[in-house]
């Protein structure tokens, strides 16, 4: 029946046969169970905890369980239990999720368990719904556990065992120390196949992203695709910048010399693009960017259609583990649920998030400032005293400074976790992106309110450009090294250990092996990108060939990142996703910023003030113009963003189908 | 059965009883029927085609007819045709439509023909569905007429009376000669009832929204409500307006002193407020743009759900009659109907359409420079000879730049409609949008041409707000004049004629004589308050009654144009529609451009001059001070709309109700 052609799996699973938990329903019923996720206990936990989490996972979900199968893996003392599920849960789960799946007629439709029948691969678990699909399923059944009434879990002792009714089960395992760790097991097989397929191969372009998306899941897959995407668009830029740079510099000239002129033209003094080429760079650098974030928009679109992700209703799902309010009847699904009103949410967000993060600017500010009026003070006593302990003293505004934003980083994080929790959101989404939108603003303010002071109060142009260069140049190397050598090296390292454990260990301790580091997410690989993208469309027209450095760096990252993910991280849970959610929103406003940006550093740069003093228009005049020049930009980016619609025809018409379909569903159903 | 309670209807439905269609449909025979929409033909009309129309208007769906109820008259050779609807057509037609209905449980849902039953008030048309919708849908019948097959139509000799297969049977009617108008009618009854209510009651405030849906449709009443939340929301602005006036100018001041203060104030001699009481006044006119628009789109989506338009379902329905393209099959609904590509339209759209409407507001502006340039003209003529011929010369290019505005005026009139014609739109709302942009922008152009003008090229301050003082008043005193003087005149010496009629003449004639004026539909109408709330959010701060004047105009406004409706007009076909449309994202463009033009005019005004040279503040800072308060602005203002929710809570959970049964709906039906 099942179609797992992994040995190792295979042998897993006759081991495991024996103890999985006995199916009643028939259509469940099959040969082999696929070990899916892995509950890693503390090593102090009773078996009578063991066997009632056990039995609680296995219960029907009338009877407040989460129907899912478990094994004890070697004995009831082990500290793992391994979970798998059942075909019913699985479809129920799959409708309850909103995702779409092929139809008879090869349309990808809301997969609907009375109508299972018609929908391909029904009978096949490991063709209907893609591993992390599975997992992504467990995971959510776990995470739906709710204590039915008030109770006491068996095997611990004081209050902490203590479950209130509708209190969250898994939740309360972790507080209470029972459960460490809940992972999706790797399938070493299909891992190895993806690997040949992604970064062991011989091609440099284009990734195998249905078999990312199936293997990793949504937003894994949807930060692979955006990636690929982002690095084609670059070629265009390439071309241009190469094309630009040797009309310049003649055909003969090496790297060093345009790099030398790149550097004289930051100075103002080389023989660098006119005022009007300036103009033109920035205009096609405004163009480039909406017209990249209006095509991914149609892509993201399309790969949704294609990944069956385009009708979600996550709205209509049960709330994330986390949510909590007074139980109630939801009024749009009428289930009993926890509910809290969206009023306090509001308020909640509006009245102290928003306070508070900003306060957290300020901070950085108020940080900033101290640095300046410090090193401003310890420069003054040094010209006075000129000792050595003096000299010693310049450095320290700068340590006190890092320290300072390290610290004020670290608290940030923990407050701006505390703090979206406490905002109460219903769905995981939400939650993501409201608490990557926070994290967002800090990062970027606290790594960019530095260079818009100098561009800004100084209005030094020469050191901002220095800044910002010395700043991508840093970043690459240092990205390029944690993200491709030592990755390579432990990997070297990790592999050796490896192979021992694969001959001698008993197949649980392999599963338990695969507790790796925990996968770090995809929070530090996205800021990458959009600071390379706000990089690429403030300054490209400094340096023609930068977007030529980011798409050797992307093609790299690319294989950097998969290699990571792949083998040195412990297997992340990936939600099903339609889109890059709150980065989306991230790129388009940057691509505003910059286009504002670029109006301004155009009227700072030396060449515009020269051409100005030369032709003797007034600084007035020249402002007026670049404010002009700035809103008809902007008009022109909302047109062409208006203009070019968000999903291709197909898919419009796809999900038009769907909405007609369901209208006339509606109709028909009251008969 | 039928709830008309007018003496005169119920005359005239007695009188016509005898030869209405006979129905087959066993539900739809009826005591009584009413005529709903009057279809008027040419004198010269033979019999033979009156014969042929009604009994095509009578045929079933099946078979190509409209399904309707039809009347001829007095007799065979009359000119006119009544038409009804029997009560099957109109329940389906309201299911076509996505018309929502108060359910059994009280929730307004998409009517179902099928779960009729279960609907309040089905039994009843009168009560089911309103006048204005059993009308529209008479005319979106008879609009709905095809051809099955190329035919010729009897009576009509020449070429002109071949009907080509699909071909729309009324537009060729029309064409042809054969049909002169379509047109609802009155109930003279139901309009007395709420011409009482509305216009000739003593309240002055509040208009009976509820009655004016049912009685004139969707578009009409929510120009109303529009208009009646617009002037609701002048209260606060005008309160404030009182308020500033009297602490400004002490207690015992007249409105001529105001007046003068204002008038000083203009010249920039005045004590009028400072530099920061004009911050405040543009930060609060952008908040209450702001606040504005948000909260009316508040207000229409519970309008939207109240008048059951929440779910129209026009892109499913069939195309509008204008509508061309080759037959094919509609891949979403599956129906046989002509097809258009969307790219196509977008291609006519951006490469035809565009370059044709900029041109137009290129001749604007060539008409502009002409003006200019020929009054420079003939003042040096006159300055040189000083003639009475020369004097006289002085007045043409004013004369010349009339005319010419005016005829340009007339051509992209019809041009607009011809092109939007072309673009060959599917819904008629794209159509309408797409219509009232095209002239919406060439009126704002074409008014606001010479003030931008002056603003940004002269940059004189005073004649600008001068021009605009006088422009707003003359506007006024014009509208008010047309709008409610001369209809009251008009009224008295139409009732004196309409008297007569009612003793002797026949009951057909009485509806023949419906025949008023066509109804000029509401751009003219919407176009003034768009200048209204232009004016408003640029001006205010300099006369703070603005908003006093405003509400008392409006309030007027709301009597001229509700008596205009109901007495001096034939009453025009109203669709159901969910929202303004179109006029809302140009009140939004509107509010934004307000900014950006309070920040400029800020900057202009002499008190800001004024205070640079006293504080020596360098022109350049000032400015770039300016552009910081614009983008802080727009940004607080693009947050504010995007942190109040579109729809109120309670609108969102019943939409999302909606949402969910019809997915529950699709799941279950595919058994």
């Not at 776990?142 to 002792?157: E, F, H, N, V």
């Not at 399938?187 to 191969?201: F, I, M, T």
């Not at 561009?455 to 390029?480: E, G, H, M, P, W």
């Amino acid at each position: 029946m099942t179609l797992l052609g992994s040995k190792g799996v295979d042998q897993t699973q006759n081991l495991f046969q024996g103890s999985w938990t006995k199916v009643s329903c028939p259509c469940c019923v099959s040969d082999q169970v696929e070990p899916l996720v892995l509950i890693r206990l503390s090593e102090k936990v009773q078996p009578i905890t063991k066997r009632w989490l056990i039995s609680l996972i296995e219960t029907s979900e009338r009877h407040g369980g989460a129907a899912l199968l478990a094994h004890p893996g070697e004995d009831e003392c082990g500290d793992v239990i391994v979970v798998s599920a059942p075909r019913c849960t699985l479809l129920k789960a799959t409708e309850d999720l909103g995702l779409c799946k092929k139809y008879q007629d090869g349309d990808m439709i809301a997969f609907s368990y009375q109508d299972r029948d018609n929908f391909s691969n029904v009978d096949d678990m490991q063709e209907f719904l893609t591993l992390a699909e599975r997992q992504y399923i467990v995971k959510n059944e776990l995470d739906s556990l709710q204590a039915q009434k008030k109770q006491k879990i068996p095997g611990i002792g004081d209050a902490t065992g203590v479950l209130q009714a509708w209190e969250n089960v898994c939740q309360k395992l972790v507080k209470a120390g029972v459960i460490k760790d809940i992972f999706p097991l790797h399938d070493q097989q299909k891992l190895k196949e993806l690997g040949k397929k992604w970064y062991s191969g011989k091609q440099i372009w284009g990734q195998p992203l249905d078999e990312i998306h199936s293997y990793f899941g949504g937003t894994v897959a949807f930060y692979f695709s955006f990636l690929d995407f982002y690095t084609w668009s670059l070629v265009p830029c390439a071309f241009l910048g190469v094309f630009f740079t040797f009309l310049m510099s003649g055909v003969g000239s090496s790297v060093e010399v345009m790099e030398k002129q790149a550097n004289e033209r930051v100075m103002g003094d080389g023989d660098g693009p006119s005022v009007s080429g300036h103009m033109v760079q920035a205009v096609f650098s405004m163009l480039w960017s909406t017209l990249f974030m209006e095509f991914w928009k149609r892509r993201s679109s399309s790969l949704s259609y294609r990944w069956g992700t385009l009708q979600l209703s996550e709205g209509f799902a049960e709330p994330r583990p986390g949510f909590h309010g007074t139980q109630g009847i939801n009024p749009v699904t009428g289930r009993m649920e926890p509910l809290f009103p969206e009023w306090k949410r509001q308020l909640r967000v509006g009245l102290v998030s928003v306070p508070i993060v900003g306060l957290f600017m300020g901070l950085v500010v108020v940080g900033m400032t101290g640095f300046y009026y410090g090193e401003a003070l310890a420069k003054g006593f040094h010209q006075d005293s000129g000792s050595w302990f003096s000299k010693g003293l310049l450095y320290l505004p700068s340590v006190v400074h890092i320290v300072y934003t390290n610290m004020l980083g670290n608290v940030y994080s923990t407050v701006a976790m505390q703090l979206t929790e406490w905002e109460n959101h219903r769905e995981e989404s939400s939650f993501q992106n409201h608490h990557t939108t926070k994290v967002l603003l800090f990062t970027f303010f606290n790594n960019f309110a530095v260079l818009f002071h100098i561009a800004f109060y100084k209005q030094d142009l020469v050191l901002l450009r220095k800044r910002l260069a010395s700043l991508l140049i840093v970043t690459q190397l240092v990205n390029q090294c944690t993200e491709v050598l030592v990755p390579f090296i432990v990997d070297c390292f990790v592999k050796a250990t490896q192979k021992k454990q694969q001959e001698d260990d008993p197949e649980v301790d392999k599963l338990r092996a695969q507790n790796l580091p925990c996968f770090p997410g995809l929070f530090s690989e996205y800021i990458e990108l959009l600071v390379q993208f706000g990089y690429l469309s403030l300054f490209s027209c400094v340096y023609p060939l930068t977007a030529v450095f980011l798409l050797i760096n992307n093609v790299m990252e690319i294989r950097g990142d998969s290699y990571k993910i792949c083998k040195l991280f412990r297997k992340p849970f990936s939600a099903p996703v339609s889109d890059i959610g709150v980065w989306q929103t991230a790129f388009e406003v940057l691509s505003f910023v910059s286009v504002m940006s670029n109006c301004w550093l155009l009227l700072l740069s030396p060449r515009v003030q020269e051409f100005c003093l030369e032709g003797g228009i007034s600084s007035t005049n020249i402002l007026l113009f670049a404010i002009l020049v700035e809103h008809v930009l902007i008009l022109v980016k909302m047109i062409l963003a208006f203009m070019i619609p968000d999903e291709p025809d197909w898919v419009r018409i796809k999900r038009e189908q769907m909405e007609f379909y369901s209208m006339q569903a509606l109709g028909q159903q009251k008969l």
